[in-house]
């Protein structure tokens, strides 16, 4: 299959997002974008091994530095950040350097910050290298750090000068965290495109075998919705939430288990299907509906249930069910039918207790 | 003399800079740019006993949390930056808050990019309480902190909704301080308006003795000035660097230094007649034109040589005159004719050289 690419209309922020395999084999894609002569990788200890010296021999007539920062969430701080503002001093990076970020979403994030506030704004190019970060953090422009007390708590909106998909990453990534990425694929099917939805419930067995035709098509329908989604809602105060089906009960899960027990991706399955699940017993969607859903993230390997780590209670905190009983129901995105979601806070907090129970 | 508004016209981004006395008796200024009911006031432990409990008494209906930092450049760090992103968080605060810079530049520096990175983004609100800072920290969207291995390397282009400066806080300001903070008075006077020069020769013992109706209108006229030449050159590239007149020097000097030896100011009072004398040699300005630079300085109460504290050998190092020779001189910002720079390499490095050894 040939090379795509979504070019994504941000006027002076444009930039295109180039998704094929052999990418990183081909040095066009990553030198048309780089403006200067200074170049900083930042990877992490998993991927360095397996791609960083491909990517450097893209850059032969480049002065390249890198950095190596650990893996995992826990290291995506305003430390880490700093260890890579130390880098790029003591190479003596000016601002016409560029940043490329190589690994999953942390590093798409963390290099995402670092370019923004590194002398007040470098170039930037993401090249991610999992499921998730290549559907999730290519659209969009979110960068940042966790703090002690809050996730994506420190951070800027942040364009790259393009973002380059190798499906061909997705050889290495094993296959927990594959299925984790394709939750969020599944989420823009269920969240607002039933044609994509059909198409992920025809070919689910072929993506999880990591059919690279079927995955380009499946990575870039899922950024061609988020940007559709993202530039009718700039300033996230509507639509934008959208994005977070699955969320708020994958959240919760993840805050009550401590993260690292399920993937994100995995709260996020039993998320969207407890929100299938609460959009049934209000009337929208039938029986048959919400099997659909189960039965497409359990052909994904993915959990659907929080199989009795968690006691209803605790859940019922962690969404503060019954704290925000002052102000109303929290507001959930429900789904009106397969294919079409809403935000809503009309539902029986009755009926939200009844699915947390039934999950737990 | 009434309240003077400059309007800075940014688009979407565009703001008021207030100026005048009794600003923080009045609530309006404030409170007319503060958007939700979250306020927390940034300020260090010199200002706060000074101006806090005014700030404070202006928002009573909102919730005001206050971050009291340790005083000093030593502290414009990432870490002084993560305290107000500890107490933002302690208090819950969302997106709709409000960050209020009260203090000088370090302060305002540091409240920008706390502003700009929290949550990907709150309001900001400036007070600056130093002539410096007012006239310096204003205009130009620049925020940020220093890192170890360089000055300023770590920050965002982030507008205030407002900038509010009260003349009156200049009345706590001690005498050393205020002649710094005119220095970059001065400077605009010096790089690119004549007639303010010819203001400012003409009303410096006033201005000195702190004559508020003259404050206002020279750090109004140093506004605009510094409006018009950053409006010129959005992108740093061209006549920003006008602003830096006086600066190589000046930074050479506080760099050889170390710290707090001169203030800022006094050492851009010293770069300042450096480039003055530098110009003379070059054919530029005539004796008695340099000696009205020095006579203003002077007046001033600022430094005119470093008085022994340095080598010449020092001096040339900090200033890379002789590293850089494989390139060509170092870009300085020269005059013309008083009231006028321009940016130029094409000096003599003898020239240079003995202006250095003149100065030390």
Partial sequence: MQTRTLQLDLGKKSYPIYMGQNLLTQAQFLTNHIAGKQVMIITNTTVAPLYLNKVKALLSLLKVAEVILPDGEQYKTLETVNLIFDAL???????????????????????????????????????????????????????????????????????????????????????????????????????????????????????????????????????????????????????????????????????????????????????????????????????QEVFAVKDLLEKSNLPVSVNGKINALEFFDAMRVDKKAIDGNIRLILMKKLGESYISSSYQKEQLKQIINDFC
Same sequence: chains 1, 2.
Avoid at 130 to 151: C, I, M, P, R
Avoid at 242 to 254: C, D, K, Q, R, Y
């Fill in 89 to 287: 001093l003591e190479n003596r990076f000016d601002r016409s350097c560029t940043l490329i970020a190589l690994g999953g979403g942390v590093i798409g994030d963390m290099t995402g910050f670092a370019a923004a506030s590194y002398q007040r704004g470098v170039n930037f190019i993401q090249i991610p290298t999992t499921l998730l970060s290549q559907v999730d953090s290519s659209v969009g422009g979110k960068t940042g750090v966790n703090h002690a007390l809050g996730k994506n708590m420190i951070g800027a909106f942040y364009q790259p000068k393009c973002v380059i998909i190798d499906v061909d990453t997705l050889d290495t990534l094993d296959d927990r965290q594959y299925s984790a990425g394709m939750a969020e694929v599944i989420k823009y099917g269920l969240l607002g495109n039933k044609a994509f939805l059909t198409f992920l419930q025809a070919n689910i067995e072929s993506l999880i075998a990591r059919d690279k035709d079927l995955i380009i098509q499946a990575v870039y329908q899922s950024c061609v919705d988020k940007a559709n989604i993202v530039a009718q809602d700039e300033l996230e105060t509507g639509k934008r939430a959208l994005l977070n089906f699955g969320h708020t009960f994958g959240h919760a899960i993840e805050n009550t288990l401590g993260y690292g027990v399920f993937l994100h991706g995995e709260a996020i399955s039993v998320g969207m299907l407890m929100a299938a699940e609460l959009s049934k017993l209000i009337g929208n969607l039938t029986d």
